[in-house]
């Protein structure tokens, strides 16, 4: 299959879209089909912009980059040009099979418009609930000094203009792919009626395997003279909840004593906020804030600690919580649709209320010894469940199926044939991809 992706963000920065396209991109060219993935530009300068180029060129995938607007948000994400033309020329020089867009807005409707010129299956994967994002424009961010007016305003865009804009591009496409249960009950909500599936991002075999003595490493340095390591990895932005996990934080200080220290991984626009709170709480010798670290290398470091700490309400599935697990370390999260979807409360982590005394007793009650030790051995049985290479033979079946379903509706249509591959070609290798899932599970 030849598979065009469409995202608004990916490499070098960094976050879950792009960590989930890279890694179904990686896994779907192992399995021998061509994917390329029409991606952003960044960088200022000309020598930025070749840094980027150069790493493309030396990657696994075939990337298109094409133009942004000058803008960018606060979190150092950019404003895609409508209707890029680097990705309509390349349609009109290569034939593609499908196209997987991984957002609606900005190359959501260049996606729209690229199926219905070259009758293509359109899948789409709901990563982000935008509704959570608002504050990064700078004309929709509201505060308690903000005009009632203005508040009323936001709140109409978060509850219906979104949800109903949500839904309406759900249902021009042919599949939607949902990174988690929760996620999916949502789009119901919304009212998404097309043909739907549950496929979070997967975990690479990496992931499953750690070194103890990288781990012991990080793991002295951090500890210090305390009893107990826990560490937190994600952007360090308001929809992350991070100011909730530093009052949980002062909490287990109050009630447990201060034997313990939290590695925060990680980078954004609220650091500097953080550790003024971090300071104001008293609690700034607990708490380092590491910055960002090598993906590859983030593994060790939540091996390396006793639990993982979670907070976020915003996430679709929470890539970094099944991350967590394939480490062999327990969870403690806030109940949040993603977060219910992969912690099983009281089994592989546990889940609380977004109330910081509860939570901080939860962390003291995973933190003993005889849980931690059981919850160990079901994060790892759990994170078997995320396991990329089975993840794409699934996302291939899926793929199969969108065109096998596509080939036959034209021909019924009368429209023409269909010119990449014809549907029995299809049929066949749905049907093979089906007979490798049954049997690897």
Not at 378 to 388: C, G, K, P, T
Request: hydrophobic fraction near 40%.
């Amino acid at each position: 299959m030849k598979i065009a992706m469409l995202t608004n963000n990916y490499r070098p920065f960094v976050g879950g879209v792009p960590i989930s396209v890279e890694r179904q991109a990686k896994e779907l060219i192992k399995l021998g089909h061509k994917v390329t993935v029409f991606a952003p530009m960044y960088g200022e300068t000309e020598e930025e912009k070749a840094a980027v180029l150069a790493a493309d060129a030396s990657a696994f995938e075939q990337v298109v980059r094409y133009g942004t607007q000058r803008r960018k948000m606060d979190n150092g994400m950019v404003y895609p040009s409508f209707y890029p033309s680097e990705i309509m020329e390349t349609f009109e020089r290569e034939t593609f099979d499908c196209i997987h867009v991984h957002h609606p807005m900005f190359v959501g409707p260049c996606a729209l418009y690229l199926k219905r010129k070259y009758r293509l299956p359109l899948i789409y994967t709901y990563h982000t609930r935008y509704e959570d994002y608002l504050h990064y424009i700078p004309g929709l961010r509201v505060d308690e000094n903000s005009f009632e007016l203005k508040k009323k305003a936001v709140g109409l865009i978060q509850t219906k203009l979104i949800p109903a804009y949500m839904s309406w591009f759900a249902n021009q496409c042919d599949l939607v792919l949902a990174p988690s249960a929760g996620m999916q009950k949502i789009l119901w909500k919304y009212g998404m009626r097309s043909r739907s599936a549950v496929f979070p991002t997967g975990l690479e075999e990496s992931f499953f395997r750690t070194d103890e003595q990288r781990a012991q490493e990080i793991r002295e340095t951090y500890i210090g003279k305390k009893k107990h390591l826990y560490v937190t990895v994600s952007r360090l932005e308001k929809e992350k909840n991070y100011e909730f996990i530093l009052r949980g934080i002062a909490k287990i200080k109050e009630e447990a004593g201060d034997d313990f220290h939290v590695m925060i991984l990680g980078d954004g626009s609220q650091k500097r906020e953080l550790k003024t709170k971090a300071a104001l709480l008293g609690i700034s010798d607990l708490v380092t804030f590491a910055g960002n670290v090598q993906n590859e290398d983030v593994k060790h470091y939540v091996h390396a600690a006793d639990l993982f700490l979670f907070a976020s309400k915003s996430e679709t599935q929470g890539i970094v919580l099944a991350e967590a697990m394939a480490a062999g370390t327990p969870v403690v999260a806030v109940h949040a649709v993603g977060s219910d979807d992969i912690v099983e409360d009281g089994i592989n982590g546990f889940l609380t209320e977004e109330e910081e005394s509860k939570w901080a007793e939860k962390v003291i009650e995973a933190s003993q010894p005889k849980n931690r030790f059981k919850m160990k051995k079901a994060a790892l049985a759990e994170a078997q469940n995320y396991r990329s290479g089975t993840l794409a033979l699934y996302e291939e079946m899926l793929y199969n199926q969108c065109i096998c379903e596509k080939a036959m509706d034209q021909q019924k249509d009368g429209k023409g044939e269909y010119f990449y591959e014809n549907g029995e070609d299809h049929g066949e290798r749905t049907a093979m991809a089906v007979h490798k899932i049954s049997h690897i599970a």
